[in-house]
């Protein structure tokens, strides 16, 4: 089965760091994706996993550890505008095709002054 | 236009009513996808299109009937759809081949009354 899980709701300061955890349990595996999803609006992409370490992109940092079937989303200097929920997903299939997405629920992440 | 557009935005209809979504990506991507966004549920996959073959259909009821007459255009044929089907349904498009990054559309919000 797919089963992937991450907080549902986390609350953070302007100007300080937060780090959303996702962990999955799924049949296949061939990435992970962050996006993210402002009330609505369509989910934009922020970050891509496929092999162990650490991705970073400007303000936004992924982390993958395969073996722990674990990603955690890094944001930094947190703005008000990066309230919104963030989308944990995993790709199955053998790569390259066109595989559907399985996501979490989301996390909703609250930025206060 | 350019990214990923869906029309219409809003739509209500009875459960007797037949209806249709549209879905047209304007990125040179070669396969496209319908996800189904209820509230409290993860996004679920509903149906891939690869080269305008239908690769995939995530065990979705037969009302919904997709359509995908070329690469750029996707349609979700709606017919007798029950209330529980309300929610917002999200059209998505990617280029096979590479990481297979997904970009979505806004979104059609659907109420079955």
């Known amino acids: 089965g797919q089963n992937i899980d991450q907080p549902t709701e986390m609350t953070a300061t302007e100007g300080a760091i937060v780090q959303i955890n996702c962990t999955y349990q799924t049949s296949g595996f061939n990435g992970l994706f962050w996006y993210q999803q402002h009330a609505g609006e369509a989910p934009t992409f922020l970050s891509y996993n496929v092999l162990d370490g650490l991705e970073e992109k400007g303000r936004f940092s992924s982390f993958l550890s395969r073996s722990k079937g674990y990603s955690y989303l890094l944001l930094k200097e947190l703005q008000m505008k990066d309230s919104a929920s963030y989308l944990c997903a995993v790709r199955g299939g053998s790569g390259g095709g066109a595989d559907g997405l399985t996501f979490g629920k989301g996390t909703h992440l609250i930025i206060q002054p | 236009e350019t990214g990923v557009t869906q029309t219409p935005r809003h739509l209500v209809m009875g459960m007797t009513n037949k209806k249709s979504l549209k879905c047209e990506q304007h990125l040179g991507h070669n396969a496209m996808y319908w996800y189904k966004q209820s509230a409290k549920k993860p996004l679920e996959l509903m149906f891939v299109?690869?080269?305008?073959?239908?690769?995939e259909n995530n065990s979705v009821p037969s009302r919904f009937s997709p359509e995908c007459p070329n690469s750029s255009h996707l349609f979700l044929h709606l017919h007798t759809l029950q209330p529980e089907d309300s929610a917002l349904y999200l059209c998505?498009?990617?280029?096979?081949?590479?990481?297979?990054?997904?970009?979505f559309g806004p979104g059609t919000r659907l109420t079955v009354l």
């Open positions: 998505a498009s990617s280029q096979e081949g590479t990481y297979n990054e997904q970009f």
């Open positions: 299109y690869s080269l305008e073959e239908r690769v």
